[in-house]
Nanobody, 122 residues
Framework: QVQLVESGGGSVQPGGSLRLSCAAS????????MGWYRQAPGKQRELVAS???????NYADSVKGRFTISRHNAENTVTLDMHMMKSEDTAVYYC????????????????WGQGTQVTVSS
């Protein structure tokens, strides 16, 4: 089994910054993609940003130029640096580990963190 533990959520004023971190633990051989999703009240969960094991990143249009995702493959961690935050960034943010291999040749599985609240308000 793999667990994802998130940290760093909280409240910030518009224009401010926050950092979210996520650490994956358990029996892990490789994690193909790590990313962050968010879900605002009454809305569907959406991709915020993701990064492959090779370092290729992908961002939602709404956060490009403001958010930066990075990962440390050896430590199985992923970080989301959020700047110039807006009220519409308010949501519960979820860490995701996509296509996690416990051993070489094993069937991959996906995992989610428990979610962390981010609130942008004056």
């Amino acid at each position: 089994q793999v667990q994802l533990v998130e940290s760093g959520g909280g409240s910030v004023q518009p224009g401010g910054s926050l950092r979210l971190s996520c650490a994956a633990s358990g029996t892990i051989f490789r994690i193909n993609v790590m990313g962050w999703y968010r879900q605002a009240p009454g809305k569907q969960r959406e991709l915020v940003a993701s990064v492959t094991i090779g370092g290729r990143s992908n961002y939602a249009d709404s956060v490009k130029g403001r958010f930066t995702i990075s990962r440390h493959n050896a430590e199985n961690t992923v970080t989301l640096d959020m700047h110039m935050m807006k009220s519409e960034d308010t949501a519960v943010y979820y860490c995701n580990a996509d296509r996690v291999y416990s051993t070489w040749g094993a069937e991959p599985r996906d995992y989610w963190g428990q979610g962390t609240q981010v609130t942008v308000s004056s």
